[in-house]
C-alpha cells in the first residue's frame, strides 16, 4: 500500500498525474483511517491510502516514512510511478515459491481435515494417497510426522500467522 499526499509542487511539468478519475465506485471507500483507493493499470492493482478525500486535478507524492514497512512501499511506489508512466511495473516485491505455495495448500487441507474431527491417518490417506500409508507401524511412519506438522502449521496460519505471508522473509544485513 502506498500512502500518497498532496504533493507541495504545483507544477505540472513534473510528471504525470495519478489516474484518480478511473478510480470505479468500489476501488475507493473511505475508512476511519483515510481514504483506501485501488488502481488498476495495466493489468496491475496498486493500493493507495489517501489522509483525505482524492481529488482530481490535484497532484500527489507518496509519503514513505523510515519504518519498518519502508523498503516494501518504496517498492510499491516505484512500480505505480513505472505505471502512470507507461512502462511495465515490474516484477512484485516477493513472490512465493511453488514449493512454499505446495506447503501453505496442505497445511490447509490438513487443518480443515483436522478440525473436521478426522484423525491423522485419515488427513495423510487423503493427502498423500492410501497406497503410501502402512498397515502397519503407523506410529513411527515419516507421512505421520508430515501430517501432523502439517496440521500444526495450518493451526498456526489460523491463529494469526498468515499476516507472516504478506511480509518478505527477514533477510540479513
Given amino acids: 500500500m502506498v500512502p500518497v499526499v498532496r504533493s507541495a509542487s504545483v507544477s505540472h511539468a513534473a510528471g504525470p498525474m495519478l489516474p484518480l478519475a478511473e478510480l470505479a465506485s468500489g476501488s475507493i471507500r473511505h ?8 488502481l488498476r493499470i495495466q493489468g496491475a492493482q496498486h493500493h493507495l491510502w489517501l489522509k483525505e478525500a482524492p481529488q482530481l486535478g490535484v497532484s500527489y507524492a507518496a509519503e ?68 503410501r500409508i502402512p498397515e502397519r507401524a503407523w506410529k513411527t511412519h515419516e507421512l505421520r510426522s508430515r501430517t501432523i506438522r502439517l496440521v500444526q502449521a495450518g493451526l498456526a496460519l489460523m491463529r494469526g500467522g498468515y499476516r507472516a505471508l504478506l511480509r518478505p522473509p527477514h533477510r540479513k544485513e
Avoid at 475508512?31 to 485501488?38: C, E
Wanted: net charge positive; charged share 25%.
Fill in 31 to 38: 475508512a476511519p483511517d483515510g481514504w483506501h483507493a485501488v
Fill in 64 to 131: 514513505l516514512p523510515f519504518d519498518p514497512d519502508f523498503e516494501i512501499r518504496a517498492h510499491s511506489s516505484h512500480r505505480l510511478w513505472r505505471a502512470i508512466n507507461g512502462r511495465p511495473p515490474g516484477p512484485p516485491f516477493h513472490q512465493l515459491s511453488a514449493q512454499r505455495r505446495e506447503r501453505l495448500a496442505l497445511a490447509l487441507r490438513a487443518l480443515d481435515g483436522r478440525m473436521d474431527g478426522a484423525s491423522y491417518r485419515a488427513i495423510a490417506e487423503v493427502l498423500f494417497g492410501r497406497k
